[in-house]
């Protein structure tokens, strides 16, 4: 085993990887349930940031249904090379969340998370949840898409073999929500076999959509 971080496989060859294992999933915008909250919500966000953005095809969708500023950090180079050529007007920066130094503070009025988090470094977890804040505006909305579970679990992250490397379940929505500048507005889960909202008991296949609110006063008031 070498001390190579996870971040480092990510940018070195794993996030390529992980691009290249799931080439075949088609994205259908009225499936997505990111988009459908925001309709649901009725909230046009004005700045938008993904952080693991892939190709950019989420972001595309909302720049086309919402008329946003859209912008993605994603440390796949392969990934981020063919969104170029897919989608121009989505602005690119590889990396990670640990590091979004792209950005200045309260940039975005939304950011999403989508299956991120979980394979976070545990040392750079608190400062990728630390740059999210910083570049999300106080009154924006925050989206984390990751795995529903019951309690904590680590377990061995298969596709890195040069390492020791895990996969962290947990719910990150509670991080945000325990600073209480982060105000609980929705939160559902779907199966991860059928894409569908899932009220079973079943942890294991299943993730969650939280959308939280940052408001800096709201617990002082």
Same mark, same amino acid.
């Given at each position: 085993?070498?001390s190579?971080?996870?971040?480092? +496989?990510?940018?070195?060859y794993e996030a390529d990887?992980?691009?290249n294992?799931?080439?075949?999933v088609s994205y259908?915008?009225?499936?997505?349930v =990111?988009?459908?909250?925001?309709? %649901?919500?009725?909230y046009t966000p *004005?700045?938008?940031?993904?952080?693991?953005?892939?190709?950019g095809?989420?972001?595309?969708?909302?720049?086309?249904?919402?008329?946003?500023f =859209?912008a993605?950090i994603?440390?796949s180079? %392969?990934?981020?090379?063919?969104g170029?050529?897919?989608?121009? %007007? =989505?602005?690119?920066v590889?990396?990670?969340?640990?590091d979004l130094?792209?950005?200045s503070? +309260?940039?975005?009025?939304?950011?999403?998370i989508?299956?991120v988090?979980? =394979?976070?470094?545990?040392?750079?977890?608190?400062?990728?949840?630390a740059?999210?804040?910083?570049?999300?505006k106080?009154?924006?909305?925050?989206?984390?898409i990751d795995?529903?579970t019951e309690?904590p679990?680590?377990?061995?992250? *298969?596709?890195?073999?040069e390492?020791?490397?895990y996969a962290?379940? *947990?719910?990150y929505? %509670?991080?945000?929500? +325990?600073t209480?500048?982060?105000?609980?507005?929705?939160?559902?889960?779907?199966s991860h076999?059928?894409k569908?909202?899932? +009220?079973?008991?079943?942890y294991?296949?299943?993730y969650?959509?939280?959308t939280?609110r940052?408001?800096?006063q709201?617990?002082y008031?």
């Amino acid at each position: 085993m070498t001390s190579k971080t996870q971040k480092e +496989a990510f940018l070195h060859y794993e996030a390529d990887n992980y691009f290249n294992r799931n080439r075949g999933v088609s994205y259908v915008p009225e499936k997505d349930v =990111v988009i459908n909250l925001l309709k %649901e919500y009725n909230y046009t966000p *004005q700045r938008v940031l993904e952080i693991g953005c892939n190709t950019g095809y989420r972001l595309d969708a909302i720049r086309s249904q919402f008329g946003s500023f =859209v912008a993605g950090i994603e440390p796949s180079q %392969e990934a981020i090379d063919k969104g170029k050529q897919q989608y121009p %007007e =989505v602005q690119f920066v590889r990396g990670t969340a640990d590091d979004l130094s792209t950005f200045s503070n +309260a940039a975005f009025d939304l950011i999403v998370i989508g299956f991120v988090l979980y =394979v976070v470094d545990r040392e750079m977890l608190l400062k990728s949840i630390a740059e999210t804040d910083r570049v999300l505006k106080d009154g924006g909305s925050l989206m984390i898409i990751d795995f529903f579970t019951e309690r904590p679990v680590r377990n061995a992250y *298969q596709h890195i073999q040069e390492m020791e490397a895990y996969a962290y379940k *947990q719910n990150y929505d %509670e991080i945000f929500t +325990a600073t209480q500048m982060y105000q609980l507005l929705d939160k559902r889960s779907l199966s991860h076999i059928s894409k569908n909202y899932d +009220a079973t008991g079943d942890y294991y296949n299943k993730y969650s959509i939280t959308t939280l609110r940052k408001d800096l006063q709201a617990a002082y008031k």
